[in-house]
């Protein structure tokens, strides 16, 4: 069946580094959203992207798709504390599917 | 605007017992998903509604049931609980409708159940 996998599980980071997140599918989507959740909080959502290929900013964020629409990333430049929180990727195909998420965390 | 809220936020149940899980949301959005959180596993979709009226299975149903009671309603049945069943809880709607849904989710705070 359709797998979503993400890694890495657990990113810590000093602050003022950078962050990457992968999520890897086993079937071609047709597009991928990526969430972000506060400690004890609820997911909110902070993209979708749907073309191959395709790249947006928000910031320091950085989102990729790649070209066979199988594979996206996460990228923060820079990353501050307010960055802390559990990162998902959910990519759809027939339906949609979360990834397990990567908690990030950095120290001051 | 409350967006999507949840009642209860938590809940303690003993095997067997059962309890609903009720969402609202005010955002006229057509379509209304209950998921389920565990640790390392992220969210999975337990059942969903694609349009006041219908209602779906998701990946993870079984033990559940849910009634779509109007547009802005959607509720979450245990009937018999299990301790398998203990679990961080989210409702979410979208605005786009038919077919599976989904689009740009908006959650709620989450309900935590235990279920001893």
């Known amino acids: 069946g359709q797998q979503v996998m993400q890694i890495p599980q657990y990113q810590h980071v000093q602050e003022g580094e950078d962050f990457t997140t992968y999520c890897n599918s086993s079937?071609?989507?047709?597009?991928i959203q990526w969430y972000k959740q506060r400690p004890g909080g609820h997911p909110v959502f902070l993209i979708q992207?749907?073309?191959?290929?395709e790249v947006k900013k928000q910031k320091r964020l950085t989102f990729q798709f790649g070209e066979a629409k199988k594979n996206s990333s996460l990228h923060i430049t820079a990353t501050q504390t307010t960055d802390v929180g559990t990162y998902f990727c959910?990519?759809?195909?027939?339906?949609?599917?979360f990834g397990a998420g990567t908690r990030l965390t950095v120290k001051p | 605007n409350a967006g999507v809220t949840q009642t209860p936020k938590f809940q303690v149940l003993k095997t067997g017992q059962s309890m609903t899980l009720q969402c609202a949301q005010d955002?006229?959005?057509?379509?209304m998903y209950w998921y389920r959180q565990d640790p390392g596993m992220g969210l999975r979709l337990i059942y969903y509604?694609?349009?006041?009226?219908?209602?779906d299975k998701g990946e993870v149903p079984n033990g559940y049931n849910v009634s779509r009671l109007n547009k802005r309603e959607f509720s979450l049945r245990l009937e018999s609980a299990a301790p398998s069943q203990t679990s961080v809880y989210f409702c979410?709607?979208?605005?786009?409708?038919?077919?599976?849904?989904?689009?740009?989710?908006?959650f709620g705070e989450g309900s935590r159940l235990t279920v001893l």
């Open positions: 979410a709607s979208s605005a786009q409708s038919g077919g599976r849904a989904i689009g740009e989710l908006f």
């Open positions: 079937t071609t989507l047709s597009n």
């Open positions: 992207l749907v073309k191959s290929g």
């Open positions: 959910a990519g759809k195909n027939n339906d949609m599917r």
């Open positions: 955002m006229n959005h057509n379509s």
């Open positions: 509604s694609a349009s006041e009226g219908t209602t």
